[in-house]
């Protein structure tokens, strides 16, 4: 099981109020709904590893060189990751806490989550759940290989699983061509434009009649007398975009193959640091989501005494 770290502490942090503090009246609902829904997942649905994938760069140098509207308008003013005040001190307790706890946390310079969690479900040699509300990951579905979503849009508790089926229904396409789907319709919370009037009606149909972006591509550059579903507006809007076209795919693919050590998740039966997160569990009030936690994980009775 695969964690997109930041998408589970963001939705935990608008999910959960803020009136959940320390006993020193500090917000801690985003560390605490984080620890209550691994809990619910782990219960639920049975991993036999589990890694948090970390954003080390939330918005990457290179995809940012390719497509300067990447995430723009979510850069604060001062620069960095735009994140409620109350939000942001909360994560490097979170990670304190996942480290006591004996939780793997992975992330890579220069790269998001979402390229740690294409690296390790190619890696992997078994079935991944990758846990997100991020549509984003949907390219990495695998039936064959037995890669599946677990996509939280509609919160932890009612989790919808995606695979190749699911992708289908969605959006009218392929299982397996959701990043050329993305890089034509767009998608406006990452800064992608898309391609100017082409949406998600469009785009199927084109993926459909040629497969990929490379075959619509192709089909553009080679018709003479438009037919559907490249008509004349559409060719124009498809010809318009080419600068975009050439540099979305490198923006919006996923990557599978950045340099990380050797990944093990292997669930741990006790804390890794039972000391250091007795007093984290403490000083932050976390005692009854460490529970919750500790008996997902099988933990021996006491371990956070």
């Excluded at 782990?42 to 970390?54: E, F, K, Q, S, Y």
């Amino acid at each position: 099981m695969l964690l997109d770290a930041a998408s589970l502490y963001f939705r935990a942090f608008y999910g959960v109020p803020t009136s959940v503090t320390s006993p020193d009246g500090r917000p801690v609902n985003a560390v605490r709904g984080f620890l209550d829904m691994t809990a619910r997942l782990l219960t639920a649905h049975g991993p036999d590893r589990l890694v948090a994938c970390w954003d080390d760069d939330w918005r990457p140098a290179f995809r940012v060189a390719a497509l300067p509207s990447y995430k723009a308008h979510r850069v604060a003013p001062e620069g960095g990751e735009e994140v409620p005040d109350e939000l942001s001190p909360q994560v490097p307790v979170l990670v304190e806490v996942l480290a006591a706890a004996g939780l793997e946390r992975v992330g890579a310079p220069g790269y998001e989550a979402d390229d740690v969690i294409g690296t390790l479900a190619t890696r992997a040699r078994g079935p991944v759940d990758i846990v997100t509300g991020d549509r984003d990951l949907f390219q990495l579905v695998d039936d064959a290989r037995g890669v599946t979503v677990l996509y939280t849009a509609r919160g932890i508790a009612d989790i919808e699983t995606v695979d190749e089926a699911g992708v289908t229904a969605k959006y009218g396409i392929p299982g397996r061509s959701y990043a050329d789907f993305a890089v034509l319709r767009g998608d406006p919370s990452d800064g992608l434009p898309g391609v100017a009037g082409v949406g998600a009606k469009t785009a199927a149909a084109l993926i459909n009649e040629f497969g990929d972006l490379a075959g619509i591509r192709a089909a553009v550059a080679r018709t003479v007398v438009p037919r559907p579903p490249l008509t004349a507006a559409v060719l124009k809007k498809m010809h318009a975009a080419a600068d975009y076209l050439d540099a979305a795919p490198v923006v919006v693919a996923v990557a599978k193959d950045i340099d990380l050590p050797p990944v093990e998740g292997a669930l741990p039966r006790s804390p890794a640091d039972p000391g250091a997160l007795a007093t984290l569990a403490e000083r932050h009030g976390l005692e009854s989501s460490l529970r919750r936690l500790g008996a997902a994980l099988g933990w021996p009775a006491g371990a956070l005494d």
